[in-house]
């Protein structure tokens, strides 16, 4: 089971202008307060209570003390303070094999500063890429500790070729000296031979023997290694042109169209059932509406309308006549009074018309059998009373939107069973490919990610083989089919070689010239006190032998340091094409589109950084501010659930959308919601009105209570 890192709680004071800060977080928290309220200040406290690594951050001194509880790193929860010991690294040193050790920079976002490297255009290198996504820090801490002179040495044609100054000049004299002594026992070896030459020589022809049957049983190896490779990557192919990716592609789209005619097919009962008397009560309304026409009942409001305005009127006028006398003393100043009282008795003659119509329809109505029918059958139907025809439109506009509504989820509920009955004819086809017959389509999921996990482990197999084939280093013509009868061992192989030489060099102390030398060797090995010459040749064997072993320990050196150079070489660019998989990764490429809505792949030339859209590539030191922000988020997103594996923890972002446009900003933050129902928790400090606006809508309507508000207030 995931267990995402999380923090629980956090109990701080001492943060600049804020006295202090408690708060249990939940799944995203918006911490908001205005400039100078100690925003700043909470963030480092939890930079210096939480990580170790953070030097590249440039933090200020301060006091603050409290505590950070923390989930997800064990059993129980992990306390952490700014004088703390233990730091988050330390526990994830164990738990995540493989985590940067700067993995504050992927965690902790600081003063709306995206950029992992402010010195470096765009932000952002292959080196700090490397840092997240490989482990190349370590072939740099390897390289530190192999000397310069080595690492310009090569081997070319079986030999040691580099700078002639330190080891290199120190195996030189060595090798020459352990000439000059080889020179002195050849001579020996002419004049005295006996039993233990004899015996020496034996011993080189057995270990020859024992040298030549481990090449062979290398080469055999081989041969059985590559056959073994090239029958798995056959499946491996098989599984893919079989449509391995389409079927499982194909089988979750099925279990979600499952998902939608369960919801819309309720949501088709719930309709119907709320316009289950649709067609019947526009029938009434007709039926209602064509008796009162044939009873001549229906009120005419052109009767009300003409009351009203004709009273209006005279009223208006009325009030003119009364005031105008006071100005004309002639007859004509009393004209106005009598307009409008005239207009006023017009008035009340239609609004008499009206009411008296209105009456007669209201006692037709309720002497109507046909009406009370209709006022009966609706009462049945809705549990209410009605008498009169607005009652009825009224309920009709409340249905008939459940009854457009049933109307459409039919026409979806079809085309959704159309997608399933083509996504389970391809399903079938898909398993065909394979030889297999299911009857039982809820066992699809299941089979499909059986074969999922089969081709997977292929592919582990796969790169298996091809390193021991690696190691090995066995040319592909120098392959042996028939089996020699010996089991390969590196070890007894190399113990094989390792005996040849001493015992080669051993033969040669033995036949070397005594006697006649006796002068020269002492003066080669400046020995002036032995007493005899079985002695003196004691010595120059030990002489030579201690020479011997210091040029093997001197060589070893050297040929180790040389070639841990070319693996580590090697390693680095295998390291690079790991890097381009890594950033080619679902867990890099879904972040970046679905927060830029534009580039879709991260590449590297150089130490430059690029990034892709679907025409062109673009610098990321060329692009705008706000867009390398964006882009530098998406990487910062991707690095982490890269580094964390199938694990999820906490992002602390201080203002990391401030300088994106609003389009971009609402992108963001959504993405941020996305992240926090994958198991991210999210901790977001602004001083911003409008991404406090957006954090608000999209918290509480897609989090609700996994949405938290913090609001900073000083004294």
């Not at 020589?201 to 062979?216: C, P, S």
């Not at 019947?280 to 309308?305: D, F």
């Not at 009351?307 to 009223?315: D, E, K, Q, Y």
Request: hydrophobic share 40%.
């Amino acid at each position: 089971m995931i267990v995402p890192i999380r923090i629980e709680e956090v109990n701080a004071k001492g943060l600049g202008p804020l006295k202090e800060f408690s708060g249990t977080l939940s799944d995203v928290n918006l911490i908001y307060g205005h400039n100078e309220q100690g925003k700043t200040f909470l963030v480092e406290f939890l930079l210096n209570s939480l990580f170790k690594d953070i030097k590249g951050f440039g933090l200020r001194s301060t006091s603050a003390s409290g505590t950070v509880l923390v989930s997800g790193l064990g059993e129980g929860i992990q306390k952490f303070s700014p004088n703390s010991r233990k730091k988050l690294e330390k526990y994830l040193e164990t738990s995540h094999q493989g985590m940067p050790a700067n993995i504050a920079r992927l965690l902790v976002v600081k003063g709306a500063e995206l950029e992992f490297d402010k010195d470096i255009p765009g932000g952002i290198s292959k080196t700090i890429i490397r840092s997240f996504l490989s482990g190349e820090d370590t072939f740099d801490f390897i390289l530190d500790n192999i000397k310069k002179t080595i690492q310009k040495t090569e081997i070319v044609n079986n030999r040691i070729v580099g700078p002639k100054r330190a080891e290199i000049q120190d195996r030189t004299d060595l090798l020459n000296r352990l000439t000059a002594l080889d020179c002195l026992l050849r001579e020996v070896d002419q004049t005295f031979s006996g039993g233990t030459r004899s015996a020496l020589k034996h011993k080189v022809a057995h270990h020859m023997e024992i040298v030549n049957a481990q090449i062979a049983a290398k080469r055999h190896k081989a041969y059985c290694l590559s056959n073994d490779l090239a029958s798995i990557e056959k499946d491996v192919q098989q599984y893919q042109d079989n449509g391995l990716d389409a079927l499982i592609a194909n089988c979750d789209a099925r279990l979600r169209n499952k998902a939608k005619l369960v919801e819309k097919e309720k949501n088709l009962v719930e309709a119907k059932a709320n316009s289950e008397h649709y067609e019947w009560l526009e029938t009434a309304i007709a039926e209602y509406e064509n008796h009162l026409q044939r009873g001549g009942l229906l009120v005419k409001r052109t009767n009300l309308i003409l009351s009203f305005v004709a009273t209006i009127i005279g009223i208006l006028f009325t009030s003119i006549g009364i005031a105008l006398p006071q100005f004309m003393e002639s007859v004509y100043g009393l004209l106005p009074g009598i307009l409008g009282m005239g207009m006023i008795i017009f008035g009340g003659f239609f609004g008499y018309l009206y009411i008296r119509q209105h009456q007669r329809q209201h006692n037709a109505l309720a002497e109507s059998d046909e009406l009370e029918r209709i006022a009966a059958t609706f009462k049945k139907k809705f549990g209410e009373s009605t008498n009169d025809l607005a009652t009825l439109k009224n309920k009709y506009k409340y249905i008939q939107r459940a009854y457009f509504k049933s109307q459409d989820l039919e026409e979806e509920i079809k085309i959704v069973y159309r997608d399933v009955d083509r996504l389970e004819d391809e399903i079938n086809l898909s398993f065909s490919n394979f030889e297999i017959e299911i009857s039982d389509p809820t066992t699809w999921n299941k089979k499909a990610n059986q074969l999922k996990d089969s081709f997977d482990d292929f592919q582990v197999q796969v790169q298996e083989l091809k390193l021991s084939l690696a190691e090995l280093d066995v040319k592909h013509e120098e392959y042996l089919a028939s089996d020699p009868g010996a089991n390969f061992s590196k070890f007894e192989l190399a113990n094989g070689k390792e005996q040849l030489i001493i015992i080669e060099k051993l033969l040669i102390e033995e036949e070397d010239g005594l006697k006649i030398l006796d002068r020269e060797i002492r003066v080669t090995i400046n020995d002036q006190k032995s007493e005899t010459l079985d002695e003196l040749l004691e010595n120059l064997r030990k002489n030579r032998i201690e020479v011997i072993e210091e040029y093997k320990q001197i060589t070893s050196r050297i040929l180790a340091g040389v070639l841990l150079t070319k693996v580590i070489e090697d390693a680095r660019e295998q390291e690079d094409e790991k890097i381009k998989a890594n950033l080619e990764s679902g867990n890099v490429r879904e972040p970046l589109y679905t927060i830029t809505n534009r580039y879709e792949a991260v590449t590297f030339d150089g130490e430059s950084i690029k990034v892709q859209d679907k025409f062109d590539e673009f610098d990321i030191a060329d692009l705008s501010t706000g867009a390398q922000e964006q882009v530098l988020l998406a990487l910062r997103i991707g690095f982490a659930s890269r580094a964390m594996g199938q694990d999820t923890a906490f992002l602390i972002l201080d203002d990391a959308f401030q300088h994106s446009d609003w389009v971009r900003r609402e992108r963001l933050v959504k993405e941020t919601m996305e992240l926090a129902k994958r198991g991210w928790q999210i901790l977001y400090f602004t001083m911003d009105n409008h991404i406090e606006y957006l954090f608000d809508r999209h918290g509480k309507a897609k989090l609700k209570k996994k949405y938290k508000k913090f609001i900073l207030v000083t004294e």
